[in-house]
């Protein structure tokens, strides 16, 4: 039987996480909403939430580089620590990828997106989400099971690995549907471009959700 390495530390290295992936979800929240306000001819407050994307993309760099920072070496884990960073890594490459989506929007407000695309954009944004939410809880259960080692809890953090896969895969499939749509509306050539990539972009949200969840995986392997 595994010993629950937990019961040595004051503070388990996975409170830093779920802090940091509080600020994930918060900016998914924020950005959702910039992403509905840039498609919507009545909204006026993308500006706004784009800087609240930013301020809790800063506020989330802090605690990863506190989460880096304080961590000696000699201390017992009760993972790999290279592998407790690549995690780490990657659930910051969400924000990262949030941010980037937000920024290269900006770059070019007028002309919109055009309007037929708006659904699909929603639809690939939503399905990036969801896998970011499956990542949360994934990171909750995975503290559980290393309080416990319970096998059945193990269990549940691999369903859980494949639920975050599925919702990547998800919004793989809106992100071709949207480029499909680009191609075939006889668009100019930089909105061509600008769209595409935008969609990229959105899509590289779930990609790092499933790079964490890999990362998790290896994490409670035996």
């Not at 075939?184 to 969840?213: K, P, Q, W």
Request: glycine share 4%.
């Amino acid at each position: 039987m595994r010993f629950p390495f937990f019961k040595l530390f004051r503070t388990s290295p996975f409170e830093g996480l779920i802090e940091h992936m509080d600020k994930v979800k918060e900016c998914g929240l924020a950005f959702q909403e910039a992403i509905e306000c840039h498609l919507s001819k009545e909204c006026h407050r993308f500006a706004e939430l784009k800087k609240v994307v930013d301020d809790l993309e800063h506020q989330a760099d802090a605690i990863k580089r506190r989460i880096r920072g304080h961590l000696p070496k000699g201390t017992l884990m009760p993972v790999d620590k290279f592998q407790l960073f690549r995690y780490l890594g990657e659930q910051d490459n969400v924000l990262d990828s949030v941010q980037d989506a937000l920024d290269w929007l900006s770059f070019r407000m007028e002309p919109p997106v055009p309007e037929e695309l708006h659904r699909g954009f929603l639809v690939l944004v939503e399905a990036a989400l969801e896998a970011v939410d499956a990542m949360g809880v994934m990171l909750t259960e995975s503290r559980a099971y290393f309080r416990s080692y319970s096998e059945n809890q193990r269990v549940k953090v691999k369903e859980l690995i494949r639920a975050i896969r599925q919702k990547e895969h998800d919004a793989d499939l809106a992100e071709d549907q949207i480029k499909e749509q680009i191609f075939n509306l006889g668009l100019d050539g930089v909105t061509v471009f600008h769209t595409v990539r935008l969609a990229e972009i959105i899509g590289s949200i779930a990609d790092h959700a499933e790079n964490a969840g890999d990362m998790m995986r290896a994490m409670i392997a035996k």
